[in-house]
Nanobody, 125 residues
């Protein structure tokens, strides 16, 4: 059974940093497109970033460009999301997702088949 597990969430002050991890069991992430999504209370799930398995193409949402960095570490079977200069608007449950059906990743949730359980990120003073 394919499972994704996120970790690294927590409470951080505005301007702080967190690194989220997306690990897998039952499959290797390097053959999958990986996306990071977030959902704040009362809001729709939003695509934050993704990385393609084919050629490593990376996409960021405009709201996180210059602050978030996605990276793939195949030896660890882990994808990271480094989040710097965090803002209160970044508060949400963050999910990683995986899919192998498309050549390139996207930030559309419908293009992902496997999902983790989420990790809470709270940015507050």
């Amino acid at each position: 059974q394919l499972q994704l597990v996120e970790s690294g969430g927590g409470l951080v002050q505005p301007g702080g940093s967190l690194r989220l991890s997306c690990g897998a069991s039952g499959f290797t992430l390097d053959t999958y497109n990986i996306g990071w999504f977030r959902q704040a209370p009362g809001k729709e799930r939003e695509g934050v970033s993704c990385i393609s398995s084919l050629n490593g193409t990376i996409v960021y949402a405009d709201s996180v460009k210059g602050r978030f960095t996605i990276s793939r570490h195949n030896a660890e079977n882990t994808v990271y999301l480094q989040m710097n200069n965090l803002k209160p608007d970044d508060t949400a449950v963050y999910y990683c997702a995986a899919d192998s059906r498309y050549f390139f990743c996207s930030t559309f949730a419908r293009e992902y088949e496997h999902w983790g359980q989420g990790t809470q990120v709270t940015v507050s003073s």
